[in-house]
């Protein structure tokens, strides 16, 4: 017998949210690239109290591939960041090369590999910008603080593996609102296992927004599952929250003029929705089901109701 669906409550969706999503493959994953980053500092010679000056800077970034991105790396200063500092150094001349149009990274790595006095301006600004006079007058104290590759290429392995922890976050964090969504797929692929009712994902004539999973198809959706998973509050969250909300409204309008039965379903999880108290019950009241990581039991009843047997395949 078909279970009935049902959509959860918001007390229901309130007090089941899944804060921190945690996933081994994925944890294995960055602590092997922390192990990889470590690996790369020891044959770089950055090592724990390390006394490399900025003649042996020079001479690593003239001679090892991927040193430039490493260095940035180790001193937490992004690509832009930098490429604005060595502009502003040919805007006062400590560079000699007029400022006509910004260097890009490839343009700056060729440079420091054929002149040795420009590697020797870029090894001393990394290696001890912070104590330049000249700098601390022109460059934010927040961006010249991260210019001290002295101190921080002699600091502890331990340190160093919390900071490349601290670099990859924002890798983590995208990846896991995959492996989520990859939840939520596996889910239809069961259902597509043992009814023949299949999937898509994309844009369908029937929303005005990208889909998340139509089913059984974008062309004839009768169950559109739109997802979000936010550890951290962004302010896409609420251009995703539009969204959900107009993909609702259309298949409502849809189903009023057509007189159907087509379902939208939201899928909202994660702590970042906590500090969105109010967007998170508006996602549960703008919907026909609401299920999150810990009811997505509650997809396939909803599945059964609404897809019309004619997509329903006999399995073996």
């Not at 912070?130 to 392995?157: C, H, K, M, T, W």
């Not at 009241?285 to 609401?290: A, D, G, K, L, V």
């Amino acid at each position: 017998m078909t279970q009935t669906p049902r959509k959860l409550s918001f007390e229901e969706a309130w007090n089941s949210i899944t804060i921190f999503y945690v996933d081994d493959e994925l944890e294995q994953e960055i602590d092997q690239e922390v192990d990889r980053l470590l690996r790369l500092a020891e044959q770089y010679g950055v090592t724990e109290k390390s006394m490399m000056g900025p003649d042996s800077l020079a001479a690593l970034l003239q001679e090892q591939e991927g040193a430039l991105e490493f260095v940035l790396r180790e001193v937490e200063l992004s690509e832009e960041k930098f490429l604005r500092i060595i502009s502003l150094l040919r805007q006062i001349g400590r560079i000699p090369v007029p400022l006509d149009r910004e260097w890009t990274m490839p343009q700056i790595v060729r440079r420091i590999q054929a002149d040795p006095d420009f590697a020797s301006v870029v090894a001393h600004l990394l290696m001890d910008g912070v104590r330049d006079p000249e700098l601390q007058a022109v460059i934010p104290r927040y961006y010249l603080e991260a210019l001290n590759f002295r101190e921080i290429a002699a600091g502890s392995v331990a340190a160093r593996k919390v900071r490349y922890k601290r670099a990859l976050i924002g890798t983590y964090s995208g990846r896991k609102g995959y492996r989520v969504e990859a939840c939520i797929r596996s889910r239809l692929e069961g259902i597509r296992k043992r009814y023949g009712v299949g999937f898509e994902q994309g844009r369908s004539r029937f929303v005005n927004v990208n889909v998340d999973f139509a089913v059984p198809s974008l062309d004839d959706p009768w169950v559109v599952l739109m997802c979000s998973f936010q550890e951290t509050t962004s302010s896409g969250q609420s251009t995703k929250a539009r969204d959900m909300e107009t993909a609702y409204d259309d298949i409502r309008r849809s189903n009023s003029r057509n007189r159907e039965n087509r379902a939208f379903v939201n899928f909202a999880d994660g702590g970042g929705w906590l500090a969105r108290r109010r967007d998170f019950q508006r996602l549960v009241e703008n919907c026909h089901y609401f299920i999150n990581l810990r009811h997505l039991d509650l997809l396939e009843p909803i599945v059964l109701t609404h897809v019309p047997r004619k997509y329903f395949q006999k399995q073996s």
